[in-house]
């Protein structure tokens, strides 16, 4: 049972233009959402993160969006750029439970320059 | 420099002969993590400490052994009962409380022959 879900492996964008990363949860407990960038045989590092009380969260180029009706969650990198490339992790958490994080499987983003 | 160090970067094992693996943080965080992740996939939660003397299993406790002595370290002992022990082994350590990221370590690349 799958509680986060990375629907799309891989996404491909050009330099300078929007990357859209999606991720869709099913446990409504959850209340703390996380991204997480990874480079290969490295351990992932903190992106940006948005609490289940806001919509939208932002930091420089990056955007979290959540959409708690829906339970899904996007992450938007504007512009994108070359070294932006990675493979993007999706987390949840739920503060009741000792923060321990929930992740999907990844997204595989490539920026072409 | 505070951060999570992992060691070995690389290791190779033996099937049949426990092995440990090494976490050490100086970022004074309460809470440690242990979570493995497979090619292709997602990060998952083999055991968590919240406190010294004090560790929890998570979802694939199976096979792995931790221990807590000290709050700057969180070994992880992959045992022979362990059926799969090939994978990459990520430390995590986050501070107690509401919303907080996890800072991981750059992993440990098990290999077992």
């Known amino acids: 049972d799958q509680q986060v879900k990375q629907n799309s492996p891989s996404l491909s964008v050009q330099e300078g233009r929007i990357s859209i990363l999606n991720c869709d949860y099913t446990?409504?407990?959850?209340?703390?959402f996380l991204w997480y960038k990874k480079y290969p045989a490295e351990g992932p590092t903190f992106l940006i993160s948005?609490?289940?009380?806001?919509d939208k969260n932002e930091d420089g180029r990056f955007t979290v969006f959540l959409n708690k009706s829906a339970k899904h969650l996007s992450l938007h990198i504007v512009p994108s750029q070359p070294g932006d490339s990675a493979v993007y992790f999706c987390?949840?958490?739920?503060?009741?439970?000792?923060?321990?994080?929930?992740f999907g499987g990844g997204t595989r983003l490539m920026v072409k320059p | 420099d505070g951060g999570i160090t992992q060691s070995p970067k690389y290791l190779f094992r033996k099937e049949g002969q426990n092995v440990t693996l090494s976490c050490e943080q100086n970022l004074n965080h309460d809470a440690m993590y242990w979570y493995r992740q497979d090619p292709g996939q997602g990060l998952r939660l083999i055991y968590y400490s919240q406190i010294v003397n004090d560790f929890q299993k998570g979802d694939i406790a199976e096979g792995y052994s931790v221990s807590r002595e000290k709050k700057e370290s969180f070994p992880l002992t992959v045992t022979s009962a362990q059926k799969n022990p090939t994978a990459f082994y990520l430390c995590?350590?986050?501070?107690?409380?509401?919303?907080?990221?996890?800072?991981f370590g750059q992993g440990t690349r098990l290999t077992v022959v």
């Open positions: 987390a949840a958490a739920r503060n009741n439970a000792g923060n321990m994080l929930t």
């Open positions: 948005i609490s289940s009380i806001k």
């Open positions: 995590a350590s986050s501070i107690r409380g509401l919303n907080t990221e996890a800072f």
């Open positions: 446990n409504s407990m959850f209340d703390y």
